[in-house]
């Protein structure tokens, strides 16, 4: 059974930087790819970005665009977003998400993904 972890949440003020980290577990990490989505109080679940496997090509929402960086060290099993910046709007709990093994391609609609993380909280004070 594929298990995700998230950390790093927290509290920080605006403009202020979060690392958000998501280990995996399982030997085929580098075979999918992985997604970060999150959900703000009152709204849907919404795509934050993607990483391929192998991590050469990556893809983000525009509202995260230039501020936030999604990576992977498939030697560790894990996915990072560094979040610099961040506003406000930012709040919301951020999960981890993977695709199944083969689906090396990243993606933006939270149905193509699988496994999905508990969760992390990430609040930005004005």
């Known amino acids: 059974q594929v298990q995700l972890v998230e950390s790093g949440g927290g509290l920080v003020q605006a403009g202020g930087s979060l690392r958000l980290s998501c280990a995996a577990s399982?030997?085929?990490?580098?075979?999918?790819?992985m997604g970060w989505f999150r959900r703000a109080p009152g709204k849907e679940r919404e795509f934050v970005s993607t990483?391929?496997?192998?991590?050469?090509?990556?893809d983000y929402a525009d509202s995260v665009k230039g501020r936030f960086t999604i990576s992977r060290d498939n030697t560790k099993n894990t996915v990072y977003l560094q979040m610099n910046s961040l506003k406000p709007e930012d709040t919301a709990v951020y999960y981890c998400?993977?695709?199944?093994?083969?689906?090396?391609?990243?993606?933006?609609?939270?149905?193509?993904?699988?496994?999905w993380g508990q969760g992390t909280q990430v609040t930005v004070s004005s």
């Open positions: 990483i391929n496997g192998s991590g050469r090509s990556t």
């Open positions: 998400a993977r695709r199944l093994a083969g689906a090396g391609a990243g993606s933006s609609d939270i149905k193509d993904y699988s496994y």
């Open positions: 399982g030997r085929t990490f580098s075979w999918s790819a």
